[in-house]
């Protein structure tokens, strides 16, 4: 059975930081891409960063020069590293794995979800 959890949510002021971090497990996730997705409030879910299977990356514009996502592959983990957050961040963010190896910006790319993790920034 596939699982993923997400950890390091929490409130954190305007200008502050936070790294979540994804645990797999049930699978091998060294050759899926991995992404980052978030959903405020009566908002639709967005991607937020994906990484692929030789760790390349690619970024929402929101997130930018701000967010970096990694991996660890003897760990099954992915983390997103979020600095200089603002109050717009604001959101449930959710890990997934791809259905195969490829960067993946589209929910439907996406075979497993987390729970999700809640990040608050406050102004």
């Known amino acids: 059975q596939v699982q993923l959890r997400e950890s390091g949510g929490g409130l954190v002021q305007t200008g502050g930081s936070l790294r979540l971090s994804c645990a797999a497990s049930?699978?091998?996730?060294?050759?899926?891409?991995m992404g980052w997705f978030r959903q405020a409030p009566g908002k639709e879910r967005w991607f937020v960063a994906s990484?692929?299977?030789?760790?390349?990356?690619t970024y929402a514009d929101s997130a930018k020069g701000r967010f970096t996502i990694s991996r660890d592959n003897r760990k099954n983990a992915v983390y997103l590293q979020m600095n200089n957050l603002k109050p717009e961040d604001t959101a449930v963010y959710y890990c997934?794995?791809?259905?195969?190896?490829?960067?993946?910006?589209?929910?439907?790319?996406?075979?497993?979800w987390g729970q999700g993790t809640q990040v608050t920034v406050s102004s």
């Open positions: 049930g699978r091998t996730f060294s050759r899926y891409a």
């Open positions: 997934a794995t791809a259905k195969d190896g490829r960067i993946a910006t589209l929910e439907k790319e996406y075979e497993y």
């Open positions: 990484i692929n299977w030789i760790a390349d990356t």
